[in-house]
């Protein structure tokens, strides 16, 4: 067990959060999580979009719990000269900075990367954008459809013939925030260890997704070719497939490792299958995966899907149910883990949250507070900043805060 006198693993490590959405705030949320002090910057108003997304509970969303824990609120009108100042003098004691808007839209508020890196030549600085801070398409506006569009991503998702369709989430956002966090922890190291000065990390929505793609460029550039939709099998690897179940739910069923072919070929009753020296590799398999494919779902539509599992299970094949959110709810193995963290919100609504990742041995992350209501931080930010009782009132008064 980590000591609980040790410190997080970024304590000390000071960030201000100008985005907003999903993006830069998933980054800061990552940050934040490990122990970084993340100070969100909101609009006057409504604050960040996101907390009227989905589903609400007394005006707030549920997803804000998530992407807002361990943060602090202000609210910072950026278009008046006092609150860039104000955002300014945060900046510039801050190691790192996050924004997710649209290429230019800092530097029309006096907040650009040369006007930060002047006073705070230590800076680093998270760029999240549809398709980055250079190239033809950067003045262009995209959110995470787009890239993942653009990243190939939404090609080869679906069934084959049919429309292409998204991931149930936003995932081009996520792995933008991602490589925006990796990107932080290099810059971070490099300053430290290297004695490195502040720099610029720019992430393109299109350029994360991209990054996932395995060998989708190599073999079109090798071999002229274009990935296909392949609905729920695995392209180029058998069988690897999602096959129903006579109470009329899928499994899935991975037995593209050699032995393991052998194994579940056993455990469905085929061992002519599992002795054919045609089937032995992966390369063989590929050829004659429809037939494979019809021998494992012929087997599967015959038994429950608890029984599948437990054959599966005997045999050391992998093989898996699809969760809903009721079935991670109600998992014995994410509870185990730590991964349905509960929280009691603002508004005192006891919620099951996602919990830490990733999990690290000595210093954990941990949610330490709970999202802030829109503003509730500025006073004492402010405070922090050397701003007087005074000075926060005519501020306030000037609609600034």
Same mark, same amino acid.
């Given at each position: 067990?980590?000591?609980?006198?040790?410190?997080?693993?970024?304590?000390?490590?000071?960030?201000?959060?100008?985005?907003?959405?999903?993006?830069?705030?998933?980054?800061?949320?990552?940050?934040?999580?490990?122990?970084?002090?993340?100070?969100?910057?909101?609009?006057?108003?409504?604050?960040?979009?996101?907390?009227?997304?989905?589903?609400?509970?007394?005006?707030?969303? +549920?997803?804000?719990?998530?992407?807002?824990?361990?943060?602090?609120? /202000? #609210?910072?009108?950026?278009?008046?000269?006092?609150?860039?100042?104000?955002?300014?003098?945060?900046?510039?004691?801050?190691? +790192?900075?996050?924004?997710?808007?649209?290429?230019?839209?800092?530097?029309?508020?006096?907040?650009?990367?040369?006007?930060?890196?002047?006073?705070?030549?230590?800076?680093?600085?998270?760029?999240? =954008?549809?398709?980055?801070?250079?190239?033809?398409?950067?003045?262009?506006?995209?959110?995470?459809?787009?890239?993942?569009?653009?990243?190939?991503?939404?090609?080869?998702?679906?069934?084959?013939?049919?429309?292409?369709? *998204? +991931?149930?989430?936003?995932?081009?956002?996520?792995?933008?925030?991602?490589?925006?966090?990796?990107?932080?922890?290099?810059?971070?190291? @490099?300053?430290?260890?290297?004695?490195?000065?502040?720099?610029?990390?720019?992430?393109?929505?299109?350029?994360?997704?991209?990054?996932?793609?395995?060998?989708?460029?190599?073999?079109?550039?090798?071999?002229?070719? +274009?990935?296909?939709?392949?609905?729920?099998?695995?392209?180029? /690897?058998?069988?690897?497939?999602?096959?129903?179940?006579?109470?009329?739910?899928? #499994?899935?069923?991975?037995?593209?490792?050699?032995?393991?072919?052998?194994?579940?070929?056993?455990?469905?009753?085929?061992?002519?299958?599992?002795?054919?020296?045609?089937?032995?590799?992966?390369?063989?398999?590929?050829?004659?995966?429809?037939?494979?494919?019809?021998? /494992?779902?012929?087997?599967?539509?015959?038994? =429950?899907?608890?029984?599948?599992?437990?054959?599966?299970?005997? %045999?050391?094949?992998?093989?898996?149910?699809?969760?809903?959110?009721?079935?991670?709810?109600?998992?014995? @193995?994410?509870? %185990?883990?730590?991964?349905?963290?509960?929280?009691?919100? *603002?508004?005192?609504?006891?919620?099951?949250?996602?919990?830490?990742?990733?999990?690290?041995?000595?210093?954990?992350?941990?949610?330490?507070?709970?999202?802030?209501?829109?503003?509730?931080?500025?006073?004492?930010?402010?405070?922090?900043?050397?701003?007087?009782?005074?000075? /926060? =009132?005519?501020?306030?008064?000037?609609?600034?805060?």
């Amino acid at each position: 067990m980590p000591d609980a006198a040790t410190p997080l693993p970024l304590a000390g490590v000071k960030v201000v959060e100008l985005g907003q959405l999903i993006a830069g705030p998933f980054a800061g949320k990552t940050l934040a999580d490990f122990g970084a002090e993340v100070v969100k910057i909101e609009p006057p108003g409504e604050g960040d979009p996101l907390r009227k997304w989905r589903l609400l509970y007394e005006g707030t969303s +549920v997803w804000w719990q998530v992407q807002s824990r361990n943060k602090e609120s /202000i #609210v910072l009108d950026l278009r008046q000269p006092k609150g860039q100042e104000i955002a300014r003098q945060l900046i510039r004691g801050a190691d +790192v900075v996050i924004e997710n808007f649209r290429p230019g839209t800092m530097e029309g508020w006096g907040l650009g990367w040369e006007e930060l890196s002047a006073i705070n030549p230590g800076l680093v600085m998270l760029r999240i =954008s549809g398709y980055g801070q250079t190239g033809p398409y950067r003045n262009l506006p995209g959110f995470g459809v787009i890239g993942e569009a653009m990243g190939g991503l939404r090609y080869i998702t679906g069934e084959p013939g049919r429309v292409p369709v *998204r +991931v149930g989430v936003s995932i081009g956002d996520s792995l933008a925030s991602l490589h925006g966090v990796i990107g932080i922890l290099m810059a971070l190291y @490099h300053r430290k260890v290297n004695g490195g000065k502040g720099q610029v990390i720019d992430i393109a929505l299109y350029e994360a997704v991209f990054n996932m793609m395995e060998s989708l460029l190599p073999e079109y550039d090798a071999f002229g070719v +274009v990935r296909e939709r392949t609905g729920s099998a695995l392209p180029g /690897i058998a069988p690897t497939n999602a096959y129903r179940t006579s109470d009329g739910q899928y #499994v899935l069923v991975a037995g593209n490792g050699d032995s393991i072919f052998k194994r579940l070929m056993g455990a469905i009753g085929r061992p002519d299958l599992a002795g054919d020296p045609e089937l032995a590799s992966n390369e063989g398999r590929v050829k004659r995966v429809e037939e494979l494919d019809r021998a /494992i779902g012929a087997w599967t539509a015959e038994r =429950s899907i608890d029984e599948v599992l437990a054959a599966m299970t005997a %045999a050391k094949v992998p093989a898996g149910r699809i969760y809903s959110a009721k079935d991670i709810a109600e998992d014995p @193995h994410y509870a %185990a883990r730590g991964m349905l963290a509960e929280v009691t919100t *603002r508004e005192g609504m006891t919620l099951k949250t996602p919990g830490i990742v990733p999990k690290l041995s000595e210093t954990p992350g941990s949610i330490r507070t709970t999202a802030p209501r829109l503003g509730e931080d500025t006073e004492t930010v402010l405070a922090r900043l050397g701003y007087t009782a005074e000075q /926060i =009132s005519a501020l306030r008064a000037e609609k600034v805060i």
